[in-house]
């Protein structure tokens, strides 16, 4: 490999995980900052003179706080910088293959998650609804169970937790299994609703939050095997080159800005589209149904996040098959 492709490649590869780790801190940013009210960088950077001043001035717990998120950034700009500098003969493809498996592995987290939700909050709401809730745990957790934020505090994010450690063992995704599982609720709705004329809200709750999860976390998986619709008049009959031009202008001009707008838009402010039912652990309006719907705003973080990932590995991807055009797409399938 030529010294120039070696440059480019370095500066490529550090440019990609750079926007890769922006996904990460601006997520870590904005939760320090409306959950646990810290200043953030931006905040603290005007506190230092650098940006506009923040419109009131700092505590000494904030100042320290700012001082360490900085740091932090500081050393993560070092790393990404040191460990490009000490690969030099990693491929585009191997950082793309990297990017892919961190996809995959948000996406798995976020399925395991909503299947281990939807079954105990359903249940959960059933037995409340029907009354026996309180025979089983006693009155006082029975009513601590009726507000949003103690389910969501101590049965949700458990759930969250217990949920991101099966998806570091467990490589399959099980989209499969999800969309079954989304039919054989709806056909329980049919059945009740018909033969014994019940029906509840949790149950069509349940319907929709794991189909918005369906819908939303499987659209990294399905980039990763070419899965989108495209205009297929077009693309079909492109070169191997042509269609990595595609992908790597469809990438930077539609994909990246799109992932980031969802995010910057959703999250820039409390009381932004994604941030205000996250932070007010939002329900539905129907008192007995299930208490996930604050969850399904934080389906947009999962899907940005890991389709921004995705995009960077399908970037650095497409711009390795430009250079070779006659070599396969190696990317590992998540």
Known sequence: MSKIHLRSDLFLRFAAALGVIAVFLFLSDNFLIYWFEQPGLRVFLGHLGLLAPPSSALTSSQVL??????????LILVGIGLLCAL???RSLKDDARLYTCVAAYIVRAAF???????IVDGLISFLRVEGFLSMLIGDHLATQLGRSIFRGTYVHYPLLAIGALIALYHRGLGFTWLALLIVAAEFSIVITRFIFSYEQAFMGDLVRFWYA????FASAYTLVHDGHVRVDVFYTNFTPRGKAISNIFG???LGLPLCWNILYQGMHGK?????SPLLSFEISQSGFGMYTKYLMAGYLIVFAASMAIQFTALLLESISDFRSPSNESTTSKA
């Open 251 to 253: 990438s930077l001009l």
């Open 271 to 275: 009381g932004s589209a994604i941030n």
């Open 87 to 89: 690969s030099p003969n």
């Open 65 to 74: 706080s700012g001082w360490i998120q900085l740091s932090g950034f500081v």
């Open 213 to 216: 999860g369906l819908f939303l």
């Open 112 to 118: 395991w998650a909503v299947l281990l939700i939807g």
